[in-house]
């Protein structure tokens, strides 16, 4: 049925630039991560489920190339709960919103589907009204409790023939 939605040649190009997406963060990989950050739009990061578009932080191209030796404390949005401001690094952003869990590995794969959600609005075709979607997730924390569920969702959207990142949204069971 997905490949009926997505048209199996979009689902492959889809699947292959969030597998090297996913490989590249993990492992750090700022010149791959460049090569997919959207040439215009930069990638746009988003700590939880619901994306604010005059808000959250846009790193273009140059500044993802430096992004894990930058030491500039950034305010990413609030925490969910206590609304206390999310001042941190981009690497330690990416160890709490981007690869607290090795997404990798992860139990269950959506394209252009939300794979679960949590009390937050989850507005991502809204605010990606051109974009493609794909979520990693995991149902249980690390721990094995079913309060722990997290996903990471990427945002592709096309630029002169080629998907290009331009968002990652984090979304979490939060308290």
């Known amino acids: 049925m997905l490949q ?16 090297t997406a996913i490989q590249a963060l993990k492992n750090k990989d700022q010149k791959t991560l460049q090569q997919l950050t959207h040439p215009k739009k930069g990638i746009r990061f988003t700590p939880y489920a619901t994306v604010t578009l005059n808000d959250d932080i846009v790193f273009d191209r140059v500044k993802i190339a430096e992004a894990f030796k930058d030491q500039t404390v950034y305010e990413w949005g609030s925490y969910d709960g206590s609304g206390d401001p999310i001042n941190l690094t981009f690497e330690d952003y990416y160890k709490k919103f981007i690869f607290d869990r090795d997404y990798s590995r992860a139990e269950r794969i959506g394209y252009n589907e939300i794979v679960h959600q949590g009390s ?4 991502i075709r809204e605010a990606y009204p051109h974009g493609i979607f794909v979520e990693y997730h995991f149902s249980h924390g690390k721990d094995g409790n079913d309060i722990g569920w997290t996903s990471l969702r990427f945002v592709f959207e096309k630029y002169v023939g080629k998907w290009y990142l331009v968002g990652i949204t984090h979304d979490q069971w939060t308290t």
Do not use: D, R
């Open 120 to 123: 937050s609005v989850i507005n």
């Open 4 to 19: 009926t939605i997505l048209g199996t040649a979009l689902l492959s190009a889809i699947e292959n630039e969030s597998k």
